[in-house]
Structures are given as structure tokens and as C-alpha cells.
């Protein structure tokens, strides 16, 4: 997806130049001045949503969610309103979560052994897609590079490019005293437009099935919104005026972390050392991690009983509330804890605020796994196998549980079906 020593990559004094070139967009004070883009897009969200129960249909909700793209925010063009030679939205978006699907995904690969055509056939596409996606940052970036430039920079152009991350960092990375490289912002910006996608999407997804299956805490959202945004119709311009307003979301805020609790939407993986032991608190015995691949379990850390008690697997906003300060500092982590911490952790928080701020009232909606058959033609992969719709399919007792698209999702939910 990225090149050698990217952000993700990067380690030390390179990883250390690499954020904080990064920095800068991701500032809570630089974030709020994107509120009322962030609202235009959720405005968009909420027209798409619309259309669906006009039609009665089954559909899926993370389609509509991916939808809400970091894009303006990353390079300062809105990518769901895009389209590509081919007539798509949002094609760098489809462009790259289809590598990552291609790449990672068990049933991308399941039909290589023994047949060199469909191997064949899945570099072709990858390297397609990896063509686009090069192009089209890269085309963005040539503009962005051009306005950098003292020699073609024109008056007023500078105050406005400074409204996108790409834009900060370059300005950061020049300051440094180093010239922009087209090739590196390229790979920093692919890797920030993938991993941007996710987080806002499954928080929607994984918000909506839990108020919907737990309808006792639906009202109390409700009621917050209505105290502090008064009429639906005005909420949106009443969000855009100030930004700040957000804060005043502490229950809506505690259901988000409540549920990133339960459903963190990735996991963190680090490299063993070894100065770095690992101690079973039963047994006492130490094991190294040198040479090894660490990885911390976010899900099961998030639901162990020793760590949260016996409501460990119950979904209860009011922990963050009433029981806050019996919160673990080290016992939830769904955007990691240190320096390498999610660099985008508060605009996922600002921007998953906003559309539930949008949306909460303004639909009743249900999901609706027992109808999946209706899409096992639609060329996502999800209910194509008959074994996938034969009774009810969950795990600890959730339909939604997480399965492996890149990031983890709602089952079934290239988006969960919702009608």
C-alpha cells in the first residue's frame, strides 16, 4: 500500500521527522476548524441514508459510511463527490481498499493453489490499482507542490492551502530544511487517506447496531442532542457556527468510547527485543520477544473481566461517565497508548461525533442479517456461500461480530445489512 520507510514503517529519529511533519493537520485546534466541512459531509450522509427506506430495501451501511472520506480534510478535495474516467465516486478510496482487500483477505487467495491464472490475474489488478492510486495522489500533489513554490505562489493561495494536512506537512518538511519528495508524500498521504477510512465508518456501523440492539440507551443520546442542538433542522448550522459545541457531547462521547471499547477497530503490533520480556502473571515464567512479531490484542484486552469486572462484556456508556476515574489508563486503548499513538484519533472522535449528531434522530433503523440471500450476487464476497446464511450467524452472541477487511468490521458489512 505505502513504500519502505513511511510512517507506518519508519522507526526512531525517521519515524520521529516523519510525525512531525505530520503533526500539525492533526491538532485538535486546526481539527475544529473543519467542523463545517465535516457537517457538509454528514449532511451528505444523511441525504444518501434517506433514499434508502423510500425504497424499502436492504442495504449496506458501511457503503454509505466509507463514504465519509478524511479526503478534504487530507488533500483538501472531497473524494466522494469525485468521480473517475469510468463514472465512479470515490475512486482512489475504492482503488485502495481494493488492494487491501486483494492482498490480505483469506477468499482473495483461496483460489490460487493450483490455478497460476487466478495468481496472475490478482497482480494484474493490484498492479492497476496501485497505478491509479500513484496517479491521482500524485496529480494532487503536483498542484500542491506548484503552490509551494515562491516563484508560482500568487497572494491568498497560502492562507488557503493551509486548510489541508498534505499542505502543513509539506510546509513542516521544508522547514526542516529538506525539499519535498514527490515520491514520499505520495506513500504518507495513500497511507493516510486508507487508514482514515475506517475508523468513522465502523464507529457509524458498530454505534447504530448497538443502539439498536440495546434501546434502552437510544432515548438518552437523543435527549443530549436535543438539549444541546434544539430543533434537527437547525443542528447542522448550529454545529458549524462553533465547533467547540462538541464538547459539550459527554454522553454521546462516552457511547463512541463504550463502543471502541468493544469493538476497537484495529490492533498494534510491535517489535520484540531483547531487553523485552514477557511474564505469565499465573505461572511467573518470563519469554522473550526478541525476533518476534508482539502483538497486542486489543479485543480481548478490552473485555477481560480482570481488567473491567464482571461487565466486561456489556455495553454501558455510563462507565465512562459515572465510573470514569475507575477507568484503567492502560485498560482501553483502541487508538494505542505512547508516541506512536493513532495520529488521527481526534478527528475520528470529532468527525464520528458530528454525523451521530446528525443522524441519531433522524432515522429509526434495524439490522436485517436475516435477509442477506438478497446480497449474495453483488459481487462483494459476503453471504456468496450458502453455509454464511444458514441460521444465525454470531460469535459471543453478536450478528456484527468482526471479521478481516483490511481493518475489522461488522460481519457482512462490506457493510452490515440494514433496512
Request: charged content about 25%; aromatic content about 8%; some cysteine.
Amino acid at each position: 500500500l505505502t513504500d519502505p520507510g513511511d510512517l507506518v514503517t519508519s522507526d526512531k529519529a525517521h519515524w520521529k521527522k516523519r510525525r512531525s511533519t505530520m503533526n500539525p493537520g492533526f491538532a485538535v485546534t486546526h481539527l475544529i476548524s473543519h467542523v463545517p466541512s465535516i457537517a457538509d459531509e454528514g449532511l451528505l450522509f444523511c441525504q444518501n441514508m434517506a433514499k434508502h427506506p423510500d425504497k424499502g430495501e436492504v442495504f449496506r451501511l458501511e457503503e454509505d459510511a466509507t463514504k465519509l472520506t478524511v479526503g478534504t480534510h487530507i488533500i483538501g478535495r472531497n473524494l466522494s463527490s469525485e468521480k473517475s474516467a469510468y463514472g465512479y465516486n470515490n475512486y482512489l478510496q475504492i482503488c485502495i481498499i481494493g488492494k487491501v482487500a486483494m492482498d490480505i483477505r483469506p477468499e482473495a487467495r483461496r483460489d490460487e493453489k493450483g490455478n497460476p491464472l487466478s495468481a496472475a490475474l490478482r497482480h494484474i489488478y493490484t498492479w492497476r490499482i496501485e497505478r491509479a492510486t500513484v496517479q491521482y495522489v500524485g496529480k494532487v500533489l503536483d498542484e500542491r507542490f506548484a503552490r509551494a513554490n515562491p516563484e508560482t505562489n500568487v497572494p491568498g493561495q497560502r492562507k488557503q492551502r493551509k486548510q489541508a494536512v498534505i499542505d502543513l506537512a509539506l510546509d513542516a518538511y521544508q522547514a526542516q530544511g529538506e525539499n519535498g519528495s514527490r515520491t514520499f508524500a505520495i506513500s504518507q498521504i495513500r497511507a493516510l487517506i486508507f487508514a482514515g477510512h475506517d475508523t468513522t465508518s465502523s464507529t457509524i456501523c458498530y454505534v447504530r447496531y448497538m443502539l439498536q440492539t440495546h434501546l434502552n440507551f437510544l432515548p438518552r443520546i437523543r435527549k443530549e442532542h436535543d438539549d444541546i442542538f434544539g430543533d434537527l433542522a437547525g443542528t447542522p448550522d448550529v454545529i458549524k457556527r462553533d465547533g467547540h459545541i462538541l464538547n459539550k457531547l459527554v454522553y454521546t462521547t462516552a457511547v463512541i468510547r463504550e463502543m471502541l471499547r468493544l469493538w476497537p477497530p484495529a490492533s498494534s503490533v510491535r517489535q520484540g527485543v531483547w531487553k523485552v520480556m514477557i511474564r505469565d502473571p499465573e505461572t511467573n515464567e518470563t519469554y522473550p520477544t526478541e525476533s518476534c512479531m508482539v502483538w497486542i490484542v486489543s479485543y480481548g484486552l478490552h473485555r477481560s473481566p480482570k481488567v473491567w469486572g464482571d461487565t466486561a462484556e456489556k455495553f454501558n456508556p455510563q462507565r465512562f461517565i459515572r465510573y470514569k476515574e475507575k477507568i484503567p489508563g492502560a485498560g482501553c486503548w483502541p487508538f494505542e497508548l505512547g508516541p506512536r499513538n493513532r495520529l488521527g484519533r481526534e478527528l475520528a472522535m470529532i468527525e464520528s461525533s458530528v454525523i451521530l449528531a446528525l443522524v441519531v434522530r433522524s432515522f429509526d433503523s434495524s439490522s436485517a442479517y436475516y435477509r442477506l440471500d438478497e446480497h449474495q450476487n453483488d459481487a462483494s464476497h459476503h453471504a456468496a456461500e450458502p453455509k454464511w446464511r444458514r441460521g444465525r450467524q454470531d460469535l459471543d452472541g453478536e450478528e456484527a461480530c468482526q471479521v478481516l477487511l483490511g481493518p475489522a468490521k461488522p460481519r457482512e458489512v462490506n457493510g452490515g445489512p440494514m433496512r
